[in-house]
């Protein structure tokens, strides 16, 4: 294979000063320039020694001033920054999944929303003893739903999902006291405890934060997944391609931003209804073209193919193109800067949550009750702003990938049976890729996963690191941004096989599949979770002995801190690109690399250079792999 079909990050770089070229004549401005006139950064910021949470404050540590007014010294106050960060990143993953459950309990045999994956659903049903024998299946689901919101607040126990983990994991889990109980009181409890006059311990507020990570990872973003999945249907590969080529100068484009995919699956639905195709076609266009950005990209690629413009900094590329007719998002990582760069070009900017309003949109609230028509009227509106374009702004993209996507657990497992000699073997199990584990053939996996951050080269360390790992004979497996990065380099292609050494080259032949298995958005890293327990179940091992560890290289938001809190808790060691701003403190820097690995077995390993970082993951994973003598 023509290894030059892959995109380079230099390709990727060229483009976007191409489109800022064009951009500079209508006086927009992105995130470069921004991140020019905000450097340098503050330095207290950074090492998560400034605390604002009280008004006796601000406060902030030096050699001279070693503690706050109130006498919370460095390893507190970096250690409630820290603890409200997986709060706020937790609320957010959990704050989706509530609302899945509130549009699952909408569903109606001729609603708007309606159940596409029953089998899951009486799975889910059966898990949480609700009984479905008789029963329609809306009954069921409005059950279910109404059951997952109670594992919000429940008073009393801990979250259901919890019983999905290995036995030495749940009683690890309660022995140290971070089994999280309902998903908003972890949230709570975390608010409180870095409220003025609680919490100084830096340990005690790491416990909590393994806790409250807890409740993300095993709570909201699982009910996240499993609800959507239910919903929307699951997982199953497809072909679809990646990057900004994606958006097609003759057609009606309409990007999908955000996470949650209740309002994306309804734009999806309509850009197919005929009425609306043919009205797009008398408007000169020659049909409707949905493509998505970060999260809700990659939930509609997963179960529509739908194509992905890109990821998180890309999503103001995505508007200098001057095609896009409208950007109509949901909640998390939308850029206020979508407002006054949208009133540069003729693109209408659409909120639809009241969870994210923003300047220089148009509110249009989502209701599962119209949600059909008000998916119809936005993709009648983008139509009408079709021929609105100004030809002196139009700056066409040519860069796209083809990519292979749609991983869930279910997905895997069916790609494996396909490998299993059905006389003999067990099917349904992870045990055809433990062989291939225990023979070295696949030395092991690695997830990589989240943002991009402009402390970094965007896309650099995903790709480079990916590349390397694949070059090693270790599977990648990858959600969220880290995806899209994946997607728009051709790595999600089958014939990036060719990257691989021998061993998983073979693999990935005789399975047919890509060496990069792309899972889903951020809140499926939950499925990434349920598959290395499944992994450790069928090969009779605990978790952190499983030679797979987590990376995420350019990681930016509180989410991502939430997710590393909830995979260290898993037992699954996590390689870090971007400090956590806690260096202030030695002793959160030493409870958060060594002092976790202790109590959990597991913890960070942090490297800002991509080189050093994925020869420690390779590292890391031999050493998995020496310990359990294969
Ligand atoms: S809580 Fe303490 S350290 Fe923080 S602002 Fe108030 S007085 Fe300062
Ligand atoms: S990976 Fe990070 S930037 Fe991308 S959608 Fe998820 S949280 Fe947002």
């Known amino acids: 294979m023509d290894l030059n079909n892959f995109t380079t990050v230099e390709q990727m770089e060229a483009e976007t000063a191409r489109l800022r070229e064009c951009a500079a004549c209508s006086g927009a401005e992105t995130w470069e320039d921004r991140k020019k006139a905000q450097t340098p950064s503050c330095k207290f910021g950074e090492d998560g020694v400034c605390c604002r949470i009280c008004s006796m404050g601000p406060c902030r540590i030096t050699p001279k001033a070693p503690r706050g007014i109130c006498g919370a010294d460095a390893n507190a106050i970096a250690g409630r920054n820290y603890l409200r960060m997986i709060a706020g990143g937790t609320a957010a993953h959990s704050d989706h999944g509530r609302e899945i459950c509130h549009t699952l309990h909408s569903t109606k045999k001729d609603g708007h929303y309606q159940v596409k994956d029953e089998a899951k659903l009486l799975r889910l049903a059966k898990e949480w003893d609700i009984p479905t024998e008789g029963k329609d299946i809306y009954d069921i689901a409005h059950e279910v739903a109404l059951a997952g919101m109670m594992e919000y607040g429940k008073p ?110 309804m734009i999806v639905v309509a850009a197919e209804d005929k009425d609306l195709l043919d009205y797009a076609r008398s408007k000169g266009a020659k049909g409707i073209n949905i493509a998505g950005l970060c999260c809700t990209a990659n939930e509609v690629t997963m179960r529509h193919g739908v194509r992905m ?116 073997d067990e099917r349904d199990t992870y045990k055809p890729l433990i062989d291939c584990i225990k023979a070295g053939v696949i030395r092991g996996a690695v997830a990589i996963v989240g943002c991009n951050n402009p402390k970094v080269r965007p896309d650099h360390s995903h790709i480079e690191i990916m590349k390397k790992l694949l070059a090693n004979d270790i599977i990648v497996i990858t959600t969220g941004c880290a995806a899209q990065a994946a997607a728009k380099a051709g790595l999600l292609r089958k014939e990036a096989k060719d990257l691989c050494g021998a061993g998983m080259k073979r693999v990935c032949e005789l399975v047919g599949i890509p060496p990069i298995l792309h899972m889903g958005s951020c809140v499926d890293i939950s499925r990434m979770m349920l598959l290395a327990t499944d992994i450790a179940k069928d090969w009779g091992i605990d978790i952190p002995q499983v030679p797979v560890v987590g990376c995420a290289p350019e990681w930016m938001s509180e989410k991502a801190v939430a997710i590393a809190n909830y995979v260290v808790s898993t037992g699954i060691d996590t390689y870090l690109g971007i400090e956590p701003q806690v260096k202030g403190s030695v002793q959160m820097m030493e409870l958060i690399t060594e002092g976790t690995r202790k109590l959990t077995g597991a913890g960070y390993i942090i490297n800002t250079n991509p080189d050093t970082l994925v020869q420690a993951m390779i590292d890391g994973i031999e050493a998995k792999r020496a310990a359990l003598g294969i």
Request: hydrophobic share 40%; with cysteine.
């Open 156 to 265: 009393f126990g801990t979250q259901r999902f919890l019983n999905r983990a290995t036995d030495e994991r749940q009683k690890l889990w309660n022995d140290l006291g971070i089994a999280p109980r309902a998903i908003d009181r972890e949230i709570a409890t975390a608010m409180h405890m870095t409220h003025m006059g609680n919490t100084a311990d830096a340990e005690a507020l790491v416990m909590q934060g393994l806790r409250t990570g807890m409740a993300d990872g095993w709570g909201g973003s699982m009910m996240g997944t499993e609800m959507t999945d239910i919903l929307f249907g699951t997982p199953m590969p497809k072909d679809t391609e990646g990057d900004l080529g994606v958006l097609e100068k003759d057609m009606v484009n309409i990007i999908v931003h955000g996470h949650d995919p209740a309002m994306s699956e």
């Open 309 to 424: 413009a890109g990821n998180f900094l890309q999503q103001e590329n995505a508007l200098l193109t001057g095609i896009v007719e409208m950007i109509t998002v949901d909640v998390q990582c939308i850029f206020p800067s979508l407002g006054p760069l949208s009133e540069c070009f003729h693109t209408k900017f659409i909120t639809t949550s009241p969870i994210a309003r923003i300047p220089g949109s148009t509110y249009v609230e989502f209701h599962p009750e119209t949600a059909r028509e008000q998916g119809r009227d936005l993709v009648r509106q983008a139509i009408d702003n079709f021929d609105k374009r100004d030809p002196a702004k139009i700056c066409v993209p040519t860069r796209k990938q083809p990519a292979r996507v749609g991983y869930s657990c279910e997905a895997i497992l069916k790609e494996l049976n396909g490998v299993t000699n059905s006389h003999v």
